[in-house]
């Protein structure tokens, strides 16, 4: 009987040995290159939110000073169009 344990007790330890070396290699090679990648997708999404946010700005200045014109060209032909009629009025009398 002592044989048999000797050799659940062997097994035991051999197999003991392949799971930590697998867990060592995980925490030393795995891990650290995942961390990385992670690492480098953060900072260049970051990156990105930033472009997008300052493009996002610049065009919106961009739009404000063109609606802006238009509004006053808008202005400008309503007034023409109000002065024109009140000229028309004005001849009629």
């Given at each position: 009987?002592a044989?048999l ?6 097994n035991r ?5 392949v ?5 060592r290699?995980i925490r030393d ?8 990648t ?19 700005h610049?065009?919106?200045?961009k739009v ?14 309503i007034l023409?169009?109000k ?5 028309e ?5």
């Open positions: 009987m044989l344990s000797q050799k659940v007790l062997d330890r051999r197999q003991h040995a799971v930590t070396a697998h867990k290699r090679e795995v891990l650290p290159s995942l961390a990385q992670k690492r480098a997708w953060y900072e260049s999404s970051r990156e990105n939110n930033r472009k997008i946010k300052d493009t996002w610049t065009q919106r200045a404000r000073d063109i609606q802006r014109t238009q509004k006053l060209i808008h202005k400008a032909k023409a169009h002065r024109r009629i009140r000229n009025l004005a001849n009629q009398r």
